[in-house]
């Protein structure tokens, strides 16, 4: 079971398209706000969202990265994911709208309540 560490986590993903609007600068710093182990990273002029995972191996960080998988796959959103020894890198942003959207955010807060799920 997932516990849920921000109130984003409970959300679902929208269905989003080409004229989906991206993350302002004001909503950017109160949603950041809900997960403050994730950071911004600016790749290839696109704006994401960033975190690395720790683990005391390989196949645990492995197992992390499928559970991951799992869930994006249920919410029809899917991050990049770097997968090395003891670490998992993932980073969230929207295809579509080559930035930021809601989206990302709920996803970020569902891949950390996996972590503390998996960490307690």
């Keep these: 079971m997932v516990k849920i560490v921000s109130s ?4 679902q993903c929208e269905a989003c398209d080409l004229n989906a609007s991206k993350i302002g600068n004001e909503e950017l710093q109160i949603l950041l706000a809900e997960i403050p ?5 600016n790749i290839d002029n696109i704006m994401q969202l960033e975190r690395s995972f720790n683990f005391a191996n390989f196949i645990q960080a492995m ?3 499928n559970k991951v998988a799992r869930i994006a796959e249920t919410e029809a959103h899917h991050p990049s994911i770097h997968i090395e020894w ?4 993932i980073n969230w942003w929207t295809h ?7 989206n990302d ?6 891949t950390e309540a996996l972590y503390e799920t998996n960490n307690d």
């Design 37 to 41: 182990d994730w950071h911004i990273k």
């Design 105 to 110: 955010f709920i996803m970020a807060a569902k």
């Design 96 to 102: 579509k709208i080559k930035g930021l959207h809601k």
């Design 86 to 89: 003891g670490q998992v890198k």
């Design 8 to 11: 984003l986590g409970k959300q």
């Design 63 to 65: 197992d992390f990265a």
